[in-house]
């Protein structure tokens, strides 16, 4: 059997009681390591689950899956994820090899960002479609995205912005020699996220947002030490949210008033929250 | 403190490990048992938690809130939803007032059917916002929702419809007698939905979607015996999913080749899956 289990979004005490019996069943254990982190080493995972838990990088899920799969037929392997295990494509990719192979699969659920920013106070069923924002470089600066906020904004709907990670990147000095040194760990804040969303803006200026754009920056979602805070995209832009991982809500113009009051418990500055929804939030 | 615990999908030990500890430290435990269902009787998860759980209905969640919250302040309480927390507006509100009254909460995540359903297949970030489906009656028949799955279809999305459940249902003979005796629960099954969608799109005549439609019908999702089929509305309407809970996909057509290749494999008829994707889905 090959178990795909969720670990929910802080540490290893956030895996089910389902999942972690699944874990202690396992003869060979797989920790998904690059589209998203948890908050604790792999190491303090291993110590918790009484497994040695064996990370594993994009290159070794897509290139050696059949690896990973070894036996599947006959003892259980568990491959971990952060968050939900169908967060991300890569798994849809393993659970189809699986299936070719004739391996039985189980998929353990968990809480993911994608139903724990309810925790903002927006409700999830007036959320349009998901972006991610990738961290620009000097020659690419891509704003595809741009079209898809602007779609959700013309139905009044929240947009979830999903912000890069860099994991296991190499310099281009290194990546050139061959050398498989590897800069740390990078994620992308809630601030650089609207420091790009403005740039677009400038560029293509079809008003898909503003600055005046109400936004709430969350940070460490489903963690102990949650940082939400809401306002404008240009109050925002400066304000601190502390360490990984972050992530942004543009708040859609069909807020009703529920929502309008819970997202106003965090707002940076109460006041022109106010007038702000009332001047372009009512309905 | 306040805990608001979410249970995730099907039964006692879907809870987290963190969640878990929660509970057995709490000298009450209410059990929000309105707007979804798990698949195991209260008294399972007193035995399993070594805790009363108290059931709370709509009535005292939302007139007895000040009970449920007494001495929060001093004590533990432990409020558990099925699924995630932020699935419905009502904890919401209970978390709004524990804060008026300066009573700490802290929310556990877990996974719920606005992320789980990413097990369809479907990328979660191609869906469009979340509709919900109620039972028509023979007075009130309500399709405010046909104008949402016709803006999610405009943009090529997926659109999630939740469906109608009836927990603690008083016929009208009781209620006018004043009789606290209650119906057994309903749960609206995918076909109900389909024979639902069809009459509104017959009077709407809009075509947000016709019988030719791609959808998914998805049964118990997250739990061992989970059931997905996808075919055409036509086709769904009369296969059988098995018992609850049911929750339907309207497909996009956004969708993109992996997302088809997955939800081919439990198409109710694989060929005409293949000419409907060619002819309306291809992009």
Redesign the interface.
């Known amino acids: 059997m090959l178990y795909v289990i969720?670990l929910?979004?802080?540490d290893?005490?956030?895996?089910?009681?389902?999942g972690?019996?699944a874990v202690k069943s396992c003869e060979r254990v797989y920790l998904e390591a690059y589209t998203s982190i948890l908050m604790v080493d792999s190491s303090k995972l291993s110590e918790y689950y009484g497994k040695q838990v064996i990370v594993a990088d994009r290159e070794m899920v897509e290139s050696e899956s059949d690896a990973i799969l070894a036996d599947a037929d006959k003892i259980n392997v568990a491959f971990l994820v952060v968050g939900?295990?169908?967060?991300a494509?890569t798994h849809?990719?393993l659970?189809?090899r699986a299936?070719e192979l004739d391996i039985p699969v189980?998929?353990i659920?968990?809480?993911?960002i994608?139903?724990?920013i309810?925790?903002c106070?927006l409700?999830?069923?007036?959320?349009?479609?998901?972006?991610?924002i990738v961290f620009f470089t000097d020659t690419w600066r891509p704003d595809s995205f741009y079209d898809r906020i602007k779609?959700n904004r013309a139905?009044g709907?929240h947009t979830l912005c999903?912000l890069d990670i860099k994991v296991k990147e190499q310099s281009i000095e290194n990546l050139a020699r061959g050398r498989k040194i590897y800069e740390p760990p990078r994620y992308m804040t809630v601030n650089q996220a609207i420091e790009q969303l403005l740039e677009i803006e400038d560029n293509r200026g079809e008003k898909a947002y503003t600055g005046e754009t109400l936004a709430i920056g969350c940070a460490r979602v489903?963690q102990?030490h949650q940082t939400l805070i809401s306002g404008t995209l240009q109050q925002l832009v400066d304000a601190d949210f502390g360490g990984p991982l972050h992530s942004l809500v543009i708040v859609g113009n069909k807020m009703h008033e529920?929502e309008a009051?819970?997202v106003k418990?965090f707002a940076i500055d109460k006041t022109s929250f106010d007038e702000i929804v009332k001047r372009d939030y009512s309905l």
Chains 1, 2 share one sequence.
């Open positions: 969720g929910g979004l802080s290893e005490k956030d895996i089910t009681v389902r972690l019996e939900d295990p169908y967060g494509t849809t990719d659970v189809i299936r189980q998929v659920h968990n809480a993911s994608m139903n724990a309810g925790a106070g409700q999830l069923y007036n959320f349009g479609q998901t972006i991610s779609e139905l709907l999903l489903g102990p529920l009051e819970f418990d």
